[in-house]
C-alpha cells in the first residue's frame, strides 16, 4: 500500500523550543511511521532580509536539524533535507509568483502578523514567502503538512494555488490538508501571547538543567497574588498550560490546580514540579542531541542523502509540470 505524503520543517532561526515541540515536532515523531515523511529545512525562507548573514542562517540550520533528530525523528524511515539543495523548488516558485494576485500576497494574516511581531521592513521575498512555501509542499505532493497554527493561512494560499493550477492544467497537484499539534500556540514564559527566542521567552530543546531551571523559576504566574495564601487564577497561568502540556502525573496537577485555586501551595512548588516533568522530558532528547553532535560527519551524511532522496521525488513532480504547462514545448 502506497503511503500518504508529509512535507513539514522549519525556517532556521536558531535552536527550537518547546512551543516547536507541541506546535509541530510530536507530530512529526508520531505521523513519520505511517506517512512518507519529507522534513524540510527551509534555509532560502531565512534569507529574507537576512540575505547577508549566511553564517548565521548555516548555523542555525545546523541547530534545526540536530533538534529535529534529537526529538525522535529517524532518519531511516524519515527524510530530512535542504531546501537549497533542490533548485527545482525556484522553478515551481517562479511559476506560482506567475499565478497570485499582489492583492492576495499583501493580505495573508501570517505575512502581516510576522512583520508586525519582528518590526520588519521586509524584503519581496519575504512578503512573498507563502508562495514559496507553496512550492515545497506542492513540489512533494504533500498530503498533509503538520504546522503552528500561525501558518494555516499559507496552507490555506497553497491549497488556493494547487486548484487553480489544476484547473488551468488538469490534475497535477495533490490539494494539501494542515494539521495544528496539541497545543496551536504556547504561551511565553513572560506570559506574552507566543513563545519565540527572539522574544526571549523560551524554553529551548537544548536548554541544559541549570537553564531550564533558571527559565522554570521566572515563569510568569498570577500578577494578583501576592502570597501563596492567596486564591490564585489557573485558567491562562503558564505554570499550568505548561504543566498541562507536559507533565504526565495528572493527579498531581490537578491536585496543584485544585490547592493553588484556594492558596494552599506556593508558586515555588508548583515550579518545582514543572521543572521535574520538564527536565525528565528533556534528558532523551539532551541526550539524543549530544550523539549527533558527537559524530557530525554521520550528521552530515544524513542530511546530504536526505536532499538526494528528496530532490527525486520534486523532480519528478516538476517533469509533470513542464508537461502539463508546455514550458519547455520549443526547446525540445
Same mark, same amino acid.
Given at each position: ?6 512535507l ?25 511511521h ?9 534555509n532560502?525562507?531565512?534569507?529574507? #532580509? ?32 535542504l531546501?537549497?539543495?533542490?533548485? *527545482? ?8 509568483l ?14 502581516? *502578523? ?19 512555501? %507553496? ?13 503552528g ?11 488556493e494555488? %494547487?486548484?487553480d493550477?489544476?484547473? %488551468? ?33 523560551a ?5 541544559? *538543567? ?26 491562562? #497561568? ?16 490537578e ?16 515550579k518545582?514540579?514543572?521543572f521535574?516533568a520538564? #527536565? ?5 532528547i ?6 549527533y553532535?558527537?559524530r ?14 528528496a ?22
Open positions: 500500500m502506497i503511503k500518504k505524503r508529509i513539514t520543517g522549519d525556517t532556521p532561526t536558531g535552536k527550537l523550543h518547546i512551543g516547536h515541540y507541541l506546535g509541530t515536532l510530536e507530530n512529526r515523531v508520531k505521523l513519520q505511517t506517512f512518507d515523511t519529507y522534513i524540510i529545512l527551509a532560502i525562507h531565512a534569507y529574507a #532580509n537576512y540575505y547577508q548573514k549566511s553564517e548565521k542562517i548555516n548555523e542555525d540550520v545546523y541547530n534545526v536539524f540536530l533538534d529535529n533528530l534529537a526529538v525522535g525523528i529517524d532518519p531511516k524511515i524519515a527524510t530530512i533535507f531546501e537549497s539543495g533542490i533548485p *527545482e523548488l525556484y522553478e515551481l516558485y517562479g511559476i506560482f506567475t499565478m497570485v494576485k499582489h492583492s492576495r500576497v499583501i493580505r495573508n494574516p501570517s505575512v502581516k *502578523e510576522e512583520i508586525l511581531y519582528k518590526k520588519l521592513d521586509p524584503s519581496v521575498g519575504f512578503i512573498v514567502y507563502p508562495i514559496l512555501q %507553496a512550492a515545497d509542499i506542492l513540489g512533494f505532493n504533500a498530503d498533509l503538512v503538520p504546522v497554527e500561525d501558518q494555516l493561512p499559507v496552507i490555506e494560499q497553497t491549497r494555488i %494547487a486548484k493550477f489544476n484547473q %488551468a492544467f488538469g490534475e497535477t497537484f495533490v490539494v494539501p490538508e494542515a494539521k495544528v499539534g496539541r497545543v496551536a500556540r504556547l504561551v511565553g514564559t513572560d506570559g506574552k501571547l507566543k513563545m519565540s527566542k527572539s522574544g526571549g521567552n524554553i529551548l530543546l537544548s536548554d541544559d *538543567e541549570k537553564a531550564l531551571r533558571q527559565k522554570v523559576m521566572s515563569i510568569y504566574t498570577d500578577p494578583d497574588r501576592i502570597h501563596k495564601t492567596d486564591a490564585g487564577k489557573v485558567e491562562g #497561568n503558564p505554570v499550568f498550560i505548561y504543566h498541562d502540556a507536559f507533565n504526565p502525573n495528572k493527579v498531581e496537577v491536585d496543584l490546580k485544585s490547592r493553588y485555586k484556594v492558596g494552599k501551595v506556593g508558586d515555588i512548588e508548583v518545582e514540579k514543572l521535574i520538564l #527536565n525528565d522530558f528533556l534528558t532523551p539532551r541526550e539524543r542531541r549530544r550523539y553532535e558527537k557530525p560527519e554521520e550528521a552530515k551524511e544524513i542530511l546530504i542523502e536526505g536532499t538526494k532522496r530532490r527525486k521525488v520534486v523532480v519528478e513532480v516538476v517533469e509533470r509540470v513542464r508537461e502539463k504547462t508546455g514550458i519547455n514545448k520549443l526547446i525540445k
